[in-house]
Antibody, heavy 121, light 107 residues
Framework: QVQLVQSGAEVKKPGSSVKVSCKAS????????ISWVRQAPGQGLEWMGG????????NYAQKFQGRVTITTDESTSTAYMELSSLRSEDTAVYYC??????????????WGQGTLVTVSS | DIQMTQSPSSLSASVGDRVTITCRAS??????LNWYQQKPGKAPKLLIY???SLKSGVPSRFSGSGSGTDFTLTISSLQPEDFATYYC?????????FGQGTRLEIK
């Protein structure tokens, strides 16, 4: 049973960066694809990006291009999402999720528990 | 990007009711459509993948249908634990997009 456990809540200043981790257990991490999704307070789900193994590169939503970096560390079975140049609008819960299925035609299951990032001066 | 539009945005229903939520894509996405349930303060959970495949362990009162641009999620007989927000998500494009969500409330 795959489980994803994320790092704890963060409070950041505008203009700074945040790096959220997502540690996997219960499977073979090298075969994982991880995506990141965020949810602003009271809002819907917004996909940020993910790593597609067949392309061996990360794929990012245009909105976050240049500000987000998704990486993985197989030695610790951990995925990371780093978001830079933070602004108040980046205050949100950030989720990691394992990507299942193929390309096209994949889905997110399971999800991490979420990490609240608050951007405030 | 492919736009996903859910309707209604919110819905009031009673235990035992049959409920249908609709999701429309801005272009054809074949059957690459998934449904998630989210309860307050919790992460989303997968219900249906590939438009109509029920995830193992999800109650059979949940069902999905559709292809192309129009999809539905149906709950055949609402249970108290089903009151939540539901999201559709397309994976036809490598640029994933979600619907805005449908909040299902108790009448």
């Amino acid at each position: 049973q795959v489980q994803l456990v994320q790092s704890g809540a963060e409070v950041k200043k505008p203009g700074s960066s945040v790096k959220v981790s997502c540690k996997a257990s219960g499977g073979t991490f090298s075969s994982y694809v991880i995506s990141w999704v965020r949810q602003a307070p009271g809002q819907g789900l917004e996909w940020m990006g993910g790593i597609i193994p067949i392309f061996a590169t990360a794929n990012y939503a245009q909105k976050f291009q240049g500000r987000v970096t998704i990486t993985t560390d197989e030695s610790t079975s951990t995925a990371y999402m780093e978001l830079s140049s933070l602004r108040s609008e980046d205050t949100a819960v950030y989720y990691c999720a394992r990507v299942r299925g193929g390309y096209p035609g994949n889905w997110f299951d399971p999800w991490g528990q979420g990490t609240l990032v608050t951007v405030s001066s | 990007d492919i736009q996903m539009t859910q309707s209604p945005s919110s819905l009031s229903a009673s235990v035992g009711d049959r409920v249908t939520i609709t999701c429309r894509a801005s272009q054809s996405i074949s059957s690459y459509l998934n449904w998630y349930q989210q309860k307050p303060g919790k992460a989303p959970k997968l219900l249906i993948y590939a438009a109509s495949s029920l995830k193992s362990g999800v109650p059979s009162r949940f069902s999905g249908s559709g292809s192309g641009t129009d999809f539905t999620l149906t709950i055949s007989s609402l249970q108290p634990e089903d009151f939540a927000t539901y999201y559709c998500q397309q994976s036809y494009s490598t640029l994933i997009t979600f619907g805005q969500g449908t909040r299902l409330e108790i009448k």
